[in-house]
């Protein structure tokens, strides 16, 4: 099992319940495929660097998980599918990107708190 880590940006015309449910889909499909989730973001609302099918902004939502490979193709093609979805990325953490990963999840517990 690898570990992955997945950011994706949903259409901003959205709602916050389709917002919801498309992030649930994405995780559902993840845990049936087998990957163990370790932490999910929101990032919210953000402006986009460039316009992205005529967008300015986007919902920004990030995913880290451990995963066996081919998860990650079923993953991809249900991006490519669903018209919400305007950007994804998934990369593999090495274990540099895993320490530091985990850093950043305490760091920002601790401003939550």
Known sequence: MNHYETVFILNPV????QIKETVKK???????????????????LKKLAYEIQNKKSGFYH???YTS????????EIAFRRDERVMRYLTVSLDKHAIA????????????TA
Do not use: H, Q
């Open 26 to 44: 994405f995780e559902d499909l993840l845990v049936s495929k087998g990957a163990k989730m370790i932490s999910k973001e929101n990032w919210g």
């Open 62 to 64: 990030l995913f880290e």
């Open 68 to 75: 066996p490979g081919d998860a990650i193709n079923d993953l």
């Open 100 to 111: 530091w990963a985990e850093k950043r999840r305490i760091r920002d517990n601790k401003k």
């Open 14 to 17: 959205l709602s916050e319940d």
